[in-house]
């Protein structure tokens, strides 16, 4: 298995732009999840799926940001406008059904 | 509520010595306990976990943590540090009780730098 995939790696945009993000969970995990990580606050978690259906966004700082899972293999995070202190980590993350987590390589976003 | 404590942000170790890294936790009803790596500009990575049984748990890496419900604790260890060990460390608690939350809370992370 390829593990969980994000995309993209790496993402510089100016404030006020769209941003998505992307990800494919590792077949068969029927949980997902969205970390955002930084110096200052650490590991964040955003927002988490089960079967593909959002139970607690309470993680997401604003109405800017915005989570969809479609189907059982693909994620997107979107920010919309995006603004400097949104520049971060950003992570997903499924589970298998002993708990631990997979987490892809991170999204890199730079908001300038 | 569950949480989790990694009461040190950076341990240092020379290369060749033993290590630990701390944790303690607290849930309300039986521990699910998780440790992680991540390296520099990599995603998090399962090192090891316990679930029930011996309190001693080996991992990945020769890593190995050690369960005490007593004192609420699950420390990393592993008997000689090498350089490449050096990394940020995360561990994860969730409440393995029936209705209890099935999302893990993370601690802030303890960097572990092996000196050579």
């Known amino acids: 298995d390829a593990g969980v995939i994000q995309s993209p790696r790496h993402e510089v945009t100016e404030m006020g732009q769209e941003v998505t993000l992307r990800c494919k969970p590792i077949?068969?995990?029927?949980?997902l999840f969205w970390y955002r990580q930084t110096m200052m606050r650490g590991l964040e978690l955003l927002i988490y799926?089960?079967?593909?259906?959002?139970?607690?966004d309470s993680g997401m700082p604003e109405d800017r940001f915005s989570a969809k899972m479609p189907n059982a293999s693909f994620s997107t995070l979107k920010i919309q406008p995006s603004e400097p202190r949104d520049s971060a980590v950003y992570f997903c993350?499924?589970?298998?059904?002993?708990?631990?987590?997979?987490f892809g390589e991170g999204s890199r976003l730079t908001v300038l | 509520a569950q949480s989790v404590a990694q009461p040190e942000d950076q341990v240092n170790v020379a290369e060749g010595n033993p290590l630990t890294v701390k944790c303690t936790y607290s849930?309300?009803?039986?521990?699910?306990l998780f440790w992680y790596v991540q390296y520099p500009n990599r995603g998090l990575q399962f090192l090891l976990k316990?679930?029930?049984?011996?309190?001693l748990v080996k991992g990945s890496y020769g890593f190995e943590a050690e369960f005490n419900k007593s004192q609420t604790s699950f420390h990393l260890k592993k008997p000689s540090a090498l350089v490449s060990d050096s990394a940020l460390y995360f561990c994860?608690?969730?409440?393995?009780?029936?209705?209890?939350?099935?999302?893990?809370?993370f601690g802030r992370g303890t960097s572990l730098i092996v000196h050579p």
């Open positions: 994860a608690v969730r409440d393995g009780a029936s209705g209890g939350s099935y999302i893990p809370t």
């Open positions: 077949s068969g995990h029927d949980y």
């Open positions: 993350a499924s589970r298998t059904g002993t708990g631990e987590l997979f």
């Open positions: 849930v309300s009803g039986n521990p699910y």
């Open positions: 799926f089960n079967n593909n259906v959002p139970i607690d």
């Open positions: 316990y679930i029930t049984g011996d309190n």
